[in-house]
């Protein structure tokens, strides 16, 4: 189901893997993860186990955290 934190974490997640230049077809392969699943992660239409985020902010080297928002943005979303 899409909330506005699951697109904001999303929209935050696209940027990371664009900055990193890699196509989402790219990524998900280097995740070892299904393109259709992952595009649907980006778009904010899932709500993602915490292993699925740590294998994301692996394969994006960043700190699991650095896939959320700040706290103030959160509470806005909620």
């Given at each position: 189901m899409k909330t506005k934190l699951s697109i904001v974490v999303g929209i935050k997640i696209r940027m990371l893997r664009?900055?990193?230049g890699f196509s989402q077809e790219g990524f998900a392969d280097h995740?070892?993860?299904?393109?259709a699943n992952?595009?649907?992660?980006?778009r904010g239409e899932r709500?993602?186990?915490?292993?699925?985020?740590a294998r994301i902010a692996v394969g994006l080297?960043?700190?699991?955290?650095?896939l959320f928002p700040s706290l103030s943005e959160v509470e806005k979303l909620l």
């Open positions: 664009e900055n990193l995740i070892s993860f299904d393109r992952y595009g649907a992660i980006e709500n993602i186990s915490i292993q699925t985020l080297r960043v700190n699991l955290g650095d």
